[in-house]
């Protein structure tokens, strides 16, 4: 970045960088410095998106926006649907974000974050049983990586105690 600010890739890092961390102003700041560049990466526009979200801007229509160009440069965003449905449950509009929620689930059935505001959102909009069933499958995922964390743990400290 001293050496050229305008380096999108290095620009790209640092905003994902500063949202992971949590410096929303920060990521902000240089997602809107990144956008402003001739090309810049489509995935800038996600992050922009989720960067609003985090700061619970009430612009919906630029937040879906960036998500609708987003999505339409990314193949299969599935991260690009959930933020349309967390856009459209902040505005208390659960029929539409039940279809994103749904596609982001079928892109991707293991996305366990989806299956958890699809159970909400179905729970909200009185279909219990598919609810119910969302629920057990994001229950489901989110003891498969408990479990599988566990074993990577186990045969990190098993691989560390042999060779002591």
Known sequence: MKLDPTFGPAQLLLAFTLYHDGQFEEARSTVVKALSAAQSHPYLRYLHAAVLLKLQSTNYQEILSELAIASHSIPNCTLCYLGEAKVYRAQGKIELAIPALEKAVRLDPSFSEAWYHLSL??????????????????????????????????TLFLQTMSQQ
């Open 121 to 154: 959102a179905y729970g909200r909009s009185g279909r219990k049983e598919e609810a119910k069933k969302a629920n057990e499958e994001f229950s489901r995922l989110k003891n498969e990586k408990m479990n599988r964390e566990t074993e990577q743990l186990r």
